[in-house]
């Protein structure tokens, strides 16, 4: 099986930086995503890594180290509507499937 | 875009009901997933289909069963609904053809309260 780890909760403030960690331990690693979840809502895709490597959209990075089992995602100029949980999941090779982790609540303060 | 409709975002039933949660998708995509989400574990997958008339169990099926007649329709079937199953439902959909990223693309969920 998959081991997805990322931290429960963050805290940063309106207009800053803030990096949000996952560590996976898998075999036949596939793609590793970042999804967005506000408070009842859907998730909603952020961003996909399967090399190596920092990949930018807009103010949203996200960067993979398959050697390492590790991925950030960055948020830079913070907004009071970027408070949400982030999901970081993973795909094996040969399935379709996502496994998830358990979610990093981001608070934006003003 | 991508729509993936639950048919209800919120239900009650009782201990030991059938329930059924319905999801369709509009961009002929051939995966099809439920997952259920609670408070510190996160998604969790329980049943997935590649293909009309096809399913596969995920990591937690016990309890669940699921129906693919139609390629655009999903159904999450709970024979006997037992309290243990209040929960957000989550359906999503994917396709993987030439460079797209496989995403799934979810659903605005079924919240099922079970009494």
């Known amino acids: 099986g998959q081991n997805i780890d990322q931290p429960t909760e963050m805290t940063a403030t309106e207009g800053a930086i803030v990096q949000i960690n996952c560590t996976y331990q898998t075999s036949g690693f596939n793609g590793l995503f970042w999804y967005q979840q506000h408070a009842g809502e859907a998730p909603t895709f952020l961003s996909y890594?399967?090399?190596?490597g920092l990949e930018e959209k807009g103010r949203f990075s996200s960067f993979l180290s398959r050697s390492k089992g590790y991925s950030y995602l960055l948020l830079k100029e913070l907004q009071m509507k970027d408070s949400a949980s982030y999901l970081c999941a993973v795909r094996v090779s040969g399935y379709s499937t996502l496994t998830f982790g358990k979610g990093t609540m981001l608070l934006v303060s003003p | 875009d991508v729509k993936v409709t639950q048919s209800s975002r919120y239900l009650v039933k009782r201990t030991g009901e059938k329930v059924f949660l319905e999801c369709v998708q509009d961009?002929?995509?051939?995966?099809m997933f439920w997952y259920r989400q609670d408070p510190g574990l996160g998604l969790r997958l329980i049943y997935f289909s590649y293909d009309v008339k096809m399913k596969e169990k995920g990591d937690i099926p016990e309890g669940y069963s699921v129906s693919r007649e139609k390629k655009e329709r999903f159904s999450l079937i709970l024979e006997s609904a037992s309290t243990n199953q209040t929960s957000m439902y989550l359906c999503?959909?994917?396709?993987?053809?030439?460079?797209?990223?496989?995403?799934?693309?979810f659903g605005e969920g079924s919240r099922l309260t079970v009494l």
């Open positions: 999503a959909s994917s396709f993987e053809r030439g460079t797209n990223t496989g995403e799934l693309f």
């Open positions: 961009m002929d995509h051939e995966n």
């Open positions: 890594n399967v090399l190596d």
